[in-house]
């Protein structure tokens, strides 16, 4: 059974970090692209980050410079630091598996960021 599991949100403050974690399971972890998806309220889900198979990364421009994505083929664990957050960061965070046709998606984490 596939399971992409996140953890790692909440709240923080204008300024602050976070380091958002995606466990997978149920697939080969390291011949599928990853990346981190957000939706904000009344807003369409956006990519914030992916990392392909072999390792390259991409990042929206809102991110770039501020957030860092990494995979850990040996825990199978994908993560997303995120520093300077600010109030536009505020979205569930989704993680997202794929490869070919096969997608997967995580349920999400809630982000907020607020003073």
């Known amino acids: 059974q596939v399971q992409l599991v996140e953890s790692g949100g909440g709240l923080v403050q204008p300024g602050g970090s976070l380091r958002l974690s995606c466990a997978a399971s149920?697939?080969?972890?390291?011949?599928?692209?990853m990346g981190w998806y957000r939706q904000a309220p009344g807003k369409e889900r956006e990519l914030v980050a992916l990392t392909s198979a072999g390792g390259k990364t991409e990042y929206a421009d809102s991110v770039k410079g501020r957030s860092t994505i990494s995979r850990d083929s040996a825990k199978n664990t994908v993560y997303l630091q995120m520093n300077s957050l600010q109030l536009e960061d505020t979205a569930v965070y989704y993680c997202r598996a794929w490869k070919l046709a096969v997608d997967y998606w995580g349920q999400g984490t809630q982000v907020t960021v607020s003073s």
């Open positions: 149920g697939f080969t972890f390291s011949t599928y692209a």
